[in-house]
């Protein structure tokens, strides 16, 4: 007999009962079999950009970044993310200070123009892994290459060249004249500069772990498995909500929320209520990313705070039964 196709299937209510059975199992983590899969291709990378002489002697490091790295991988859908980081550093001058103070105080020194040093990167890159992986695995993107996965043997894979970047600001004693936050920034196609913080991403997403009872980072899973089945039920367009989105969306959320003591449903129902009002209530520009320091809205976001809303009330609609 023909199964029903999942739009249908998303459009019949479920009992709560079938909600927390399938909320249990969206928010377990990459399978053991996944998890080797994703490291076996972080190592043939690795080992890929150990093989470039002009990679090694820049000193580049591979990071790991990303829902595998933070640990909000969704089962059966796991892949990598891998940043290059190049050691040169791209300064942001907080209020203050300047580019004669930190070549000064803080032993900078001048170095080739970070567009040179990112173009060479990406030519390196994409020769060692085409190399490696073969020429038709390998797609380049605005932002990083991506490596095919081969069923069985290796996930996806994202690998993003990119330099440091340092948040330097005023200390506030003669011991500490300067305070620094480390950072990595991409450049994008047209020159424009992207900056991220995944060192700080991810200690604030463990420590909202801790503070949640070990909830938060389930909760993430279960959002995300509901945004899969949206997109694939056409409620929501693909790509419209990536994950980052959604992991930021959730961590807004305050730490009592996730304690209650409550099922499955009655939590998830609980933090998307929360993230409406959240929305609702506080203007945009309050709103940051995990790291606190970039705003969750904006031009410089691929997403709007529409499209957000359009996830949580869509998610919200599927599970009112």
Known sequence: ???????????????????????????KPASETEGEQIERAARMVRAAIAGSDWLAEQGVEVIPQGSYRNNTNVRTRADMDLCVRHPIVKPIYG?????????????????PAIPDVIARMKTELSSILRAKFGQNNISPGSKAFTISAVQGS?????????????????????????????????????????????????????????????R??????????????LVDAGKLKPRQVPSF???????????????????????????LSRQWEILRDRASGTLCEINDLKQLFGPHQPWTIEDARDFLRAAYERTNN
Not at 99 to 110: S, W
Not at 169 to 194: D, K
Not at 252 to 266: K, M
């Open 245 to 271: 989105l959604i992991e930021c969306l959730v961590y807004l959320v305050e730490d009592e929320h996730f304690r209650v003591d409550e099922d499955h449903y009655d939590r998830f129902r609980r933090i």
């Open 95 to 111: 209020v203050g200070v300047t580019q004669a103070d930190i070549l000064r105080d803080l032993n900078y020194a001048h170095g």
């Open 154 to 214: 290796r996930s996806d894979i994202d690998v993003v060249p990119a330099v440091r970047a340092q948040i330097i600001v005023r200390g506030n004693t003669i011991l500490v004249p300067y305070r620094v936050t480390e950072g990595i920034m991409i450049l994008a196609p047209g020159g424009v500069e992207i900056y991220n913080y995944p060192a700080i991403h991810h200690a604030n997403g463990k420590a909202k772990r801790e503070r949640t009872a070990h």
């Open 216 to 229: 938060f980072k389930k909760i993430v899973r279960q959002m995300k498995s509901m945004r899969d089945d």
């Open 1 to 27: 007999m023909q199964q029903p196709d999942l739009a249908t299937i998303l459009g019949q209510a479920l009992r709560r009962s079938d909600w927390n059975t399938r909320l249990a199992q969206w928010s």
